[in-house]
């Protein structure tokens, strides 16, 4: 992902370089007199879309909307302009403000359907005998992954031309790809944090300590154990510490959680249950590298942990279809929602302090942004707890994604 990320961003840079120095030709040749009227023109075109570019790069709002409409019209040559999202004009540039609810309803259609349409007279019918409008095109904007955000719209003192209709469409193109580029490159800031969280969250100092322990213990009274124990944990570090491969399959996980627990039983013994239900079809299954292992150890450390008497935790991959569906869930003293959104939100500021009580939520945040970032925002974890209900944390893993594959 990082890699696919950072070839799109290179690719922008070089066209970006190579438009910056047709510009600077441009401007030389201009200044020397010898420009002819189609290099004017191309340089009228380039710099025009560079001063929309910027603000668009920021992503789809009403400020940068506000700052990039005028030079849009300027771009199609529209009598009026205007940018939209899913629910309102974000700005409106020359004719046809009066018009704003008709053009907006059109917009809503196209970003729906996906399709750019033609509005006639009859489409925009005015009470005013002076209005001057009698068309406009709607065109929709696209994002990175294909889905329309908005639609932008050329509105018409003349009935729409097709030079009008071919200039509207090739312009949000253009603009959607802007759009595309600020989406990716939230992604890329979003992907390097979650990795920089990734690393210090593979493996808690506070697991090494007990385990450590909870193996000395047993060093006399049950030398066997303790060497089984030793290997566990070897193996675990191994497994936690690989330098190579972004994906693992399910199984893999659940191998490295399986001894995770086993260190884990020989601290709590019987106070510590576990429940598996792993349906055999979803083994093969790729996943982000360690994203299970910490929804399964902050069950057991800020949930059983603090729990008197035996605790379960209780580990489910069920088969969905084209998905994987699967759930962590202890019934142990659970967290209050309200602190673990602010926990959450302040670790996503940077301001979260993995050592004090925020720092508990440093797993769920550090799984749900990378599953986020591999898999869309619609793969996010989703969080059930209360005081003294336990914790439930669901996750949908699809099946197959492009890029997705298994580390050697």
């Known amino acids: 992902m990082a890699a696919n990320l950072s070839a799109v961003v290179g ?3 070089l066209v970006t370089a190579l438009t910056a120095a047709l510009l600077a030709v441009l401007r030389l040749r201009a200044r020397r007199g010898i420009a002819t009227a189609t290099q004017r023109a191309t340089y009228e075109v380039l710099h025009t879309a560079g001063l929309a570019a910027e603000p668009l790069r920021a992503g789809l709002s009403e400020a940068g909307a506000a700052k990039a409409v005028r030079h849009l019209r300027a771009l199609v040559g529209a009598a009026g302009l205007a940018l939209t999202d899913a629910d309102r004009v974000l700005a409106l540039d020359g004719r046809g403000t009066h ?34 409008i009698r068309g406009a095109v709607v065109a929709p904007l696209q994002g ?45 800031e979003r992907l390097a944090r979650a990795e920089v969280r990734a690393l210090r969250a593979q493996i808690s100092p506070h697991f090494i300590y007990n385990a450590l322990t ?12 303790a060497r089984e124990l030793i290997l566990e944990f070897a193996e675990f ?22 001894r995770y627990l086993t260190i884990e039983r020989a601290r709590f013994g019987d106070r510590l249950q576990v429940r598996l239900q792993i349906a055999p079809e979803v083994l ?27 605790g379960m935790v209780s580990i489910e991959a069920r088969d969905a279809g084209s998905e994987c569906h699967i759930t962590v869930e202890d019934d142990g003293v659970g967290m209050d929602p309200t602190a673990l959104t602010a926990g959450i939100a302040e670790l996503a500021r940077g301001t979260g302090d993995p050592g004090d009580d ?40 699809p099946k197959f994604h492009a890029g997705v594959r298994a580390g050697s």
């Open 11 to 13: 690719v922008v840079s």
């Open 99 to 132: 018009h704003g609810e008709q053009l907006l309803a059109a917009a809503r259609r196209t970003v729906d359907t996906g399709r750019s349409t033609v509005l006639g007279e009859q489409e925009l019918h005015c009470d005013r005998v002076d209005c001057p």
């Open 144 to 188: 990175a992954d294909g889905r329309v955000v908005g639609a932008l719209v050329a509105i018409a003192d003349s009935p729409p031309a097709p030079g009008l209709v071919q200039a509207t469409l090739e312009t949000a193109h253009w603009a959607g790809n802007q759009l595309a580029l600020a989406e990716l490159d939230s992604s890329r």
């Open 214 to 225: 909870a193996i000395g213990s047993f060093v006399r009274t049950d030398p066997e154990r």
């Open 237 to 258: 570090t191994r497994y936690s510490f690989r330098a190579h491969g972004e994906f693992t399959t399910l199984a893999e996980e659940l191998r490295s959680i399986d």
């Open 284 to 310: 093969p299954v790729m996943l982000p590298f360690l994203c299970l292992q910490p929804l399964v150890e902050n069950a057991v450390r800020h949930g059983l942990s603090r729990k008197p008497g035996t």
């Open 358 to 397: 925020t720092g508990q939520h440093v797993g769920l945040s550090n799984v749900d942004e990378r599953l986020r970032s591999v898999f869309g925002d619609r793969f996010g974890l989703v969080v059930e707890t209360g005081l003294g209900s336990g914790t439930k944390v669901s996750m949908r893993i």
